[in-house]
């Protein structure tokens, strides 16, 4: 499943009964050879739909950064400041390490759900990748809220979401199946691990992000192509702050 560089199955299996900070603590030296890290097709994506749709910002946050996968886009993108915030303090010593030297990035240990003060309307830009799926539905709108306030008006918010994986779809089986396990697995045992797959759909994040105070649109990422509908197979929602 990964490169020789990556995790064990036995490694996986620590971190898997861990909590989430501690899982990813573990992780962190090997986390960029699995296949949980953001591939660069995505970030690439994502970093052009930006360009052609707003230009260039001004300071820029990537929320929950992990190992800094999203820091060379934002610096590309943002002529100012840029700010990785994470849980994991491994992770962000992995990021700390690739990005050493730059004194335009700086790098804040804290919650997403509970963004420290001091970022309070410092930024042009905040994007997040892979990480909603650590947030319980419930806990979308102080994660939303806090971005917002780490905004300064007219900020945006910026991240991809995937369409709908139909019933008739190996993945949909995969992924619901992995989301009751960890249902299970949290049900009986301590300290919970949140990850779930099919907890942040688009209809509710949008309800979510306008009761937070943004406006929502949504751009198709044409690099992934369409579905046999018509439908893009990913977009990239534009939330910015009223």
């Known amino acids: 499943m990964f490169s020789s560089h990556g995790p064990s199955v036995r490694e996986l299996a620590v971190q898997g009964l861990s909590s989430v900070e501690r899982g990813y603590d573990l992780l962190a030296p090997k986390f960029d050879h699995t296949p949980f890290r953001t591939p660069d097709r995505m970030l690439d994506a994502v970093e052009e739909t930006l360009a052609q749709q707003e230009g260039t910002f001004g300071a820029g946050l990537d929320v929950c950064c992990g190992t800094g996968a999203g820091i060379g886009m934002l610096r590309r993108l943002c002529r100012d400041r840029v700010t990785g915030v994470d849980l994991s303090a491994g992770m962000l010593a992995e990021a700390g390490r690739t990005h050493t030297g730059d004194d335009r990035v700086d790098f804040v240990r804290a919650d ?131």
Do not use: C, K
Not at 180 to 189: C, D, F, Q, S, Y
């Open 112 to 242: 997403a759900r509970a963004l420290p003060s001091d970022l309070a309307g410092s930024y042009d830009l905040a994007v997040s990748f892979g990480a909603f799926g650590h947030f319980l539905p419930s806990e979308r709108p102080a994660l939303f809220s806090g971005v917002r306030s780490a905004l300064r008006e007219g900020g945006v918010f910026a991240f991809p979401i995937g369409a709908p994986i139909p019933p008739s779809s190996p993945v949909w089986w995969a992924v619901t199946g992995f989301d009751a396990a960890m249902r299970v697995r949290n049900a009986v045992w301590r300290p919970p691990f949140v990850m779930y797959y099919r907890t942040f759909p688009l209809s509710g994040v949008r309800t979510d992000l306008r009761a937070a105070g943004f406006t929502v649109e949504t751009v198709p990422l044409e690099h992934f192509g369409r579905q046999p509908g018509g439908a893009p197979r990913w977009r990239l929602v534009l939330a910015r702050r009223l």
